[in-house]
């Protein structure tokens, strides 16, 4: 099952525009954290991941379709049933962004393996890709993410 994006509206929320997430297992490098508030950020696409837990652990996450439309990820049977995945309208698939140490140098996106939510049920994985073509450190262009509407500027 390829799922597809969908937008930060379609995200079950409270009045914060926020989401809870359990990861079935826990993310690589963070074993003691399982619980995470998904929050979106000033940019369309964009949210923060933050640990209920280990509030310190902070991750940045980008929707990939804005940047690569035909971008996918093949879940598996075991991916999916553990996700409870039942319809792809469900999944939420974001990739992790490298972001450059004092504001120099490139973004970069982990396209191999995307974290993927299923929003109605609260729950998330990182799944590596079967797919070689998806790059550890893709170029991502945060210009691509416009502002969200409710956080430009007033003009």
Known sequence: MATESSSASDLPSHDSGELTVHFCTPLWGVPHASTYTLSPAVRDGVWWLQSTEEPVTTFVLADPFVLDPAYAVDLGEAEREALAVTSADDVLALIMLTLPAGGGGDVTGNFRAPIVINVREGKALQVVSRDESHSLRGPVTM??????????PAS
Do not use: M
């Open 143 to 152: 210009a691509s993410y416009s502002l969200r509407a409710d956080t430009a």
